[in-house]
């Protein structure tokens, strides 16, 4: 029997405001243990959540990307279960009345073309248990509760991916979008962006959903993919074996590159979730989203669509220089100023991103403002000097700062322009390089690149490409 | 001295008749000679108290501007957090715990001058109608001390009534602060819900718990809610509404005035001296002019399950953080216990046995498959009982009810029936599930003559008045009590 799998994911995503969502502590990642705390988020008897402004913009903001429904009302509710990083024995979530619902994203590549949302809520953070580490780890487990009360989006996708490719590639782009709008660094590694996967099977053909799995911890786009086809596999080959797939959670292990049983359905928690009594309902108005939407930046894929249709860009390159929010600014001041967009389209994408990569930086720790790169730009069209020694000058402003001008003048790399000048370095190249002239003369043309080269060479690659050619071939052709 | 009201006693001490610390000190040596018969308070504050006396004394010297509590006692309800101060809500699982911040109540009466002499029992965690679920022991009702002080601020009624400070905070869920000043023969006054911030109260019941005074006259409860009350923005259900002026709507005028009178309600399972004491208040307030509409509360025989639902729900959650983990009482631990056995053992040694039924309760009534059937359905009918007062709010300004059914029983008389317990809250569950501003003020005596020698209980009239209308409110309170004198009376 031919299966089909169902793929379902669940992304939270940590919100990028400065303080937690319901206290003023820092968000900063990486400081020492228990010091981003305070009696709020550490559940302190009597102390009260107050909500972050600045996170419900942020969720805002997403949703209103993702094309959901930002809802006039949604209510906060305590999911309450026992644990030691959870400090008030609840998280504060949204349930039966979330924030957003519906939307979706179109997918470039992979196999699903779109994928649909359910909703997307806000919640708070967990603290982190520290289980290895210590000298008594063996008999304690440590809690950081640094993490606790950072603000959370939780993105729930319909159940409309086909493959633990489709899936990676929705996840990869839906990255690139929350990060495009600020409200999530993408970090995985720091855990600031995880990915939980509900992952069934179904004989193809068949309507109703087989029963699911949910897989948790695949934090990287390769293990979503490695996780949901190790699951798919998995669970068709238990059916075809004549088993059954239970409800259950399990555990994505990327050592073993295999999924592990956490608990059943019946080990399920009952999370008694109830209307946060210490907060109000979140009301929204029309005018905060219109006032969100109009701070919010152009998104990649209307951008590459203007890239396109204003500028004349080839589709490959609209779509490299939309990469971020950053290198498509950049992009644009530059052309902007240089007044040559195909020559800022290829420095962009040819030289800046080549250097940026060499020296790991991005595009934000470019040392050139778009109006040097611009200014470099004009020197070539004016034909000052060479696209060869553009780039010679575009790596001395990278790394000294200076400007193309000071550069060109200061380093004496102005092309000669001046045909007498050129006339008597090609006469002297003629003269020591007989031989070549006597091939070219017996037919042998593709000498002339050679007879070229020598002369930029004799020029100190300063000579006007343009001019060389015609003088050369004045000298070779009118003396036979 | 001991007898004065707070007002009085500000005002002698801004007018220099006398000293913070005098007035400090005597009511410390109250306690001192009071408290070991009564055990009103889990602790007392006399160093502190002392030199924050002290401090005031030379703040006046220096000319500083006087707060509106400048130099008066202040008991605490041990549900409040106090910075430095041991704030235990009477549990075992808080024994030892002293939080690094003060409740906004707290930090509002100390910057008005008040001076704090100390922490006042209660019952664990205010779930209680007796202060008899104290980790620390009953405390007694100062009018007769085989008899419970009401709960479950408890402690803080038979404080003022004992005069062991002429005001005190209690917090009111279901009637904790009303219950016990009625029974103890004081004033004690729940503001709407919002009306005070909440932070720093140890919760209970979110949706219902509120802060308030309890004191000797309707004055003092008007003089302490101007500077409790006010928005905080610690507190997110604090209400942005401005705060008028309490003690100018004090004019003794109630001609007029419409007070509701639930008689159907009011009709059942009341003690007759409760009755007789609670007619003839209302025989008072006619003739001083006020208005009285007979009025129907169809659903409030509803109140005393939706109320147990409801704060057992909040409850089972609000209680959760008292896990072993952070801080508060831990199972002794080898390193080898399992985390399920550490929460286990740490609650089941940390918690009392109310404590623990209203967390069972709460806990089956949040559970799936039973949410629909109790939770939704309680706030349901909570919704009912707001209407069923918003049309008597049309007709009328304040609702008059007896505070509770019964005058003051005998310690231990109820502990072994838990729901003969809850029903002592009756008249009193709703102003909390509706949010509605509620007073009890003295209103007379029950003799009690069974007992070896008779003994005089106190009984209480409670006004439950409009949402954020306390002015109104704690007006007709005044009226009244300017009428009548059993608010001056003492116990021995
Ligand atoms: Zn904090």
């Known amino acids: ?480 | 001295m001991l007898d004065s009201s707070a007002r009085t006693i500000r005002d002698d001490i801004a007018a220099g008749n006398v000293s913070a610390v005098d007035v400090c000190r005597t009511f410390l040596e109250r306690i001192d000679a009071v408290n070991p018969s009564l055990n009103a308070f889990n602790l007392v504050a006399a160093d502190r108290a002392l030199a924050r006396a002290a401090e005031i004394d030379r703040q006046r010297a220096h000319g500083v501007s006087a707060g509106p509590l400048m130099g008066v006692p202040v008991a605490v309800k041990d549900n409040l957090c106090v910075r430095g101060m041991r704030t235990t809500a009477s549990s075992r699982i808080l024994e030892r715990f002293v939080p690094p911040y003060d409740a906004t109540a707290v930090e509002r009466i100390e910057a008005a001058g008040a001076v704090i002499v100390g922490k006042t029992s209660c019952d664990e965690f205010a779930m209680g109608s007796s202060n008899e679920n104290s980790a620390y022991g009953p405390v007694c009702n100062p009018w007769a001390l085989d008899r419970a002080p009401g709960g479950s601020s408890g402690g803080s009624a038979a404080a003022v009534a004992a005069r062991c400070a002429p005001l005190a905070l209690g917090s009111d869920t279901g009637g904790s602060i009303r219950q016990p000043a009625a029974f103890c023969g004081v004033v004690g006054l729940k503001p709407t819900y919002g009306r005070v911030s909440r932070y720093g109260l140890l919760a209970f019941a979110s949706s219902l718990d509120q802060i308030g005074p309890i004191c000797g006259t309707v004055s003092d409860a008007a003089l302490a809610l101007g500077v409790l009350a006010g928005p905080d923005p610690a507190d997110a259900t604090s209400s942005p509404r401005p705060v008028p002026d309490f003690t100018a709507a004090l004019t003794g005028d109630i001609t007029g005035l419409r007070i509701g009178v639930p008689r159907a309600f009011v009709a059942e399972g009341v003690d007759d001296r409760v009755r007789s004491a609670f007619d003839e208040a209302l025989d008072t307030l006619r003739r001083a002019g006020a208005r009285l509409v007979d009025i129907e509360l169809p659903h409030a025989k509803y109140a005393i399950p939706v109320y147990y639902l409801v704060a057992t729900a909040e409850a089972s959650s609000n209680l959760a953080r008292y896990d072993g983990v952070r801080y508060g009482h831990r199972t002794a631990d080898d390193g080898r216990l399992e985390l399920q056995d550490m929460y286990r053992r740490t609650r089941d040694e940390g918690f009392g046995a109310e404590v623990k039924r209203r967390i069972m309760l709460g806990t089956y009534v949040l559970s799936a498959g039973y949410y629909d059937a109790f939770y939704l359905k309680a706030q349901q009918v909570r919704t009912l009982l707001r209407q069923d007062y918003d049309a008597v709010f049309e007709k009328t300004d304040v609702v008059a009810m007896p505070t509770t059914p019964t005058p003051p029983f005998r310690l231990g008389e109820k502990t072994d029936d838990p729901l003969q317990m809850y029903l002592a809250d009756v008249f009193t569950v709703s102003a909390n599930l509706v949010g509605l501003p509620a007073i009890s003020v003295p209103c007379g005596f029950a003799t009690e003559t069974d007992g070896a020698a008779p003994q005089r209980l106190p009984v209480g009239l409670q006004l439950t008045g409009r949402l954020f209308d306390e002015a109104t409110l704690l007006n007709a309170a005044d009226a009244y009590e300017r009428l009548t004198d059993w608010h001056v009376q003492r116990p021995g």
Request: charged share 25%.
């Open chain 1, 1 to 480: 029997m031919k299966y089909e799998p169902v793929i379902g994911l669940e992304i939270h995503a940590q919100l990028r405001t400065r303080t937690k969502i319901f206290c003023g502590c820092s968000t900063a990642y990486g400081a020492a243990p228990n010091t981003h705390v305070c009696p709020v988020c550490l559940g302190m008897p009597g102390a009260l959540p107050v909500l972050n402004r600045q996170a419900v913009d942020y969720a805002i903001r997403a949703a209103t990307a993702l094309g959901c429904e930002v809802q006039p009302v949604s209510v906060f509710a305590r999911k309450n279960y026992f644990y030691p990083d959870l400090p008030k024995g609840y998280q504060i979530s949204q349930y039966e009345q979330p924030l957003a619902l519906g939307g979706g994203l179109d997918v470039v590549g992979g196999d699903t073309p779109h994928v649909g949302l359910t909703r997307i809520h806000m919640e708070e953070d967990a603290g982190k248990s520290l289980h290895e580490g210590f000298v008594d780890s063996s008999r304690r487990t440590y809690v950081d509760y640094n993490r606790g009360g950072v603000p959370l989006i939780e993105i729930v996708t319909e159940p409309d991916m086909r493959s633990g490719a489709g899936a990676a590639a929705f996840f990869s782009q839906l990255r690139d979008i929350l990060v495009w709008l600020d409200v999530n660094d993408g970090n995985m590694e720091e855990g600031s962006l995880r990915c939980d996967a509900n992952v069934s099977v179904r004989p193809v053909g068949q309507q109703r959903f087989g029963t699911k799995a949910e897989v948790k911890n695949v934090n990287s786009f390769r293990y979503v993919q490695k996780a949901i086809e190790y699951e798919i596999d998995r669970q068709i080959e238990l059916l075809e074996n004549g088993g059954t797939v239970v409800q259950e959670t399990r555990l994505w292990d990327s050592a073993t590159g295999r999924t592990m049983s956490m608990r059943s359905k019946e080990e399920a928690h009952d999370y008694r979730y109830f209307p946060e009594p210490d907060l109000p309902p979140l009301v929204v108005s029309d005018e905060r989203v219109a006032a969100v939407r109009a701070t919010m930046p152009e998104l990649p894929e209307a951008r590459r669509r203007r890239f396109v249709a204003s500028y004349g860009l080839p589709d490959y390159d609209a779509g490299v220089l939309t990469q971020s929010v950053g290198l498509a600014d950049y992009f644009e001041q530059v052309a902007a100023t240089a007044g040559n967009v195909k020559a800022a389209s290829n420095w962009v994408m040819g030289e800046v991103l080549r250097t940026l990569n060499d020296r790991g930086n991005t595009i934000e720790d470019v040392p050139l403002a778009p109006d040097a790169l611009a200014g470099l730009i004009g020197l070539v069209d004016k034909g000052t000097i060479s696209s060869s020694t553009a780039k010679d000058v575009f790596a001395r402003m990278y790394d000294s700062g200076r400007s193309a001008d000071d550069i060109v003048a200061t380093d004496g790399l102005a092309q000669i322009g001046d045909e007498s000048a050129l006339l008597s370095i090609v006469r002297q190249v003629l003269e020591s390089h007989g031989d070549a002239v006597a091939q070219y003369r017996a037919g042998k043309t593709a000498t002339f690149g050679f007879l070229v080269g020598q002369v930029m060479k004799a020029s100190k690659g300063k000579g006007n490409p343009k001019l060389i050619n015609g003088i050369l071939r004045r000298e070779l052709d009118g003396a036979a």
